[in-house]
């Protein structure tokens, strides 16, 4: 297993209201501390946006138990499509996985949260226990237990370890995620019938390396892919931009990106998608680079610069300074918090 990446940063979602959304999952989901709220113009993403430059609002925010973020991503001058028509098992990001220190508790708080549809707690003898959340909008968020945690007692939920991605090849996507990604543990894998539909489901596990300045708060990476073995699918921002309402890519965070990028061309993986050099988003920076899985699903991947932890006096994290695989303190990492959700 390769060493060049950490743990999962963030999912991106795209949304109608970026505003409403940001205190819909801090509500749900405990996602209360803010990273950065900025406004530009996505200029690199143009082959994913009709060839035209949109202004879109970004904004990431993080639960400190652990886990990644959310990365909530409105257009500004364009309205976005719906997410209504996705199925099981098309192809792309079809859920977001979150994790949970009680799931019962966690169960019962979201079952009774109103315009929300949470399923019965399930217990699968192949991939364990876990439910499934749908949100307003349609987004669809899977929980699952873990004892993975940066710190407790804030939340019965933590952030993101990973997502529910559809392929139309099996073989070819975890040897992609195996060599390119480093998920090179298997969970489970086994075939399953519902309403005539056959699937396979393969659970594949990153676990935290322990290197690099947030690996220790971000944690083990989850990845389950789904293929539908006898039904017609399709992508599912198919003929829809990126940007569009749903989930737009998973991000990685990266120790090392231009060791990255030559372990990717080794594997016949290019990026699709490189800002070069530091990028600013509000007061935070990095490099940010994508690729694509055999079937098109966009995998961020980003090199934090520079984390800010109190704009109002310019005080912020440079990690170019520093070892990039030595972990930040938990101490500094808390300072995150100063800057909630309001």
Same mark, same amino acid.
């Given at each position: ?8 940063? #963030?999912?991106?979602? +795209? ?14 989901? +405990? ?14 993403? %143009? ?18 138990? +652990? ?6 991503? #409105? $257009? ?11 199925? &099981? ?9 979150? @994790?949970?220190?009680?799931? %019962? ?40 237990? %873990? ?40 969970? $489970? ?37 789904? #293929?539908?073995?006898?039904?017609? %699918? ?17 991000? &990685? ?25 530091? &990028? ?59 800057? @909630?959700? @309001?």
């Amino acid at each position: 297993m390769h060493q060049y990446l950490s743990g999962i940063q #963030q999912i991106g979602i +795209g949304v109608k209201n970026a505003e409403k959304a940001m205190h819909t999952y801090k509500h749900l989901f +405990g996602m209360d501390v803010l990273i950065f709220n900025d406004e530009a113009e996505a200029r690199l993403m %143009t082959q994913y946006t009709g060839g035209k430059v949109y202004n879109r609002q970004a904004i990431l925010t993080m639960n400190l138990q +652990g886990g990644g973020g959310l990365e909530i991503w #409105q $257009y500004l001058d364009r309205t976005p499509e719906e997410n209504n028509l996705i199925a &099981f098992g098309d192809l792309g990001i079809y859920a977001a996985i979150l @994790k949970s220190q009680d799931i %019962t508790k966690s169960h019962a708080r979201l079952s009774a949260v109103k315009d929300v549809k949470v399923s019965e707690i399930i217990n699968c003898e192949h991939s364990g226990i876990c439910f499934w959340v749908t949100d307003s909008c349609n987004n669809k968020f899977k929980i699952i237990p %873990t004892e993975n945690w940066f710190q407790t007692g804030l939340h019965d939920l933590g952030g993101v370890v990973g997502g529910v991605i559809g392929v139309s090849n099996m073989e070819k996507s975890l040897a992609f995620y195996k060599n390119c990604i480093g998920l090179d543990v298997v969970l $489970y894998d086994f075939e399953y019938s519902e309403l005539n539909t056959t699937y396979r489901k393969v659970g594949i596990r990153k676990k935290a390396t322990g290197k690099g300045a947030f690996n220790e708060l971000l944690g083990d990476v989850t990845i389950e892919l789904v #293929q539908a073995l006898n039904k017609a %699918t399709k992508k599912i921002y198919e003929n829809r931009y990126w940007g569009d309402c749903g989930f737009i890519h998973l991000c &990685f965070d990266v120790l090392d990106m231009d060791s990255l990028k030559s372990h990717l061309e080794m594997n016949n993986c290019s990026l699709s998608v490189d800002s070069s050099n530091s &990028f600013e988003m509000d007061n935070a920076s990095g490099r940010f680079c994508y690729i694509e899985d055999p079937d098109g699903t966009l995998i961020e991947l980003v090199e934090t610069h520079k984390v800010p932890i109190l704009k109002k006096i310019g005080w912020y994290l440079d990690l170019r300074k520093r070892n990039i695989e030595k972990p930040l303190p938990k101490w500094m990492i808390k300072l995150l918090a100063i800057s @909630k959700v @309001k």
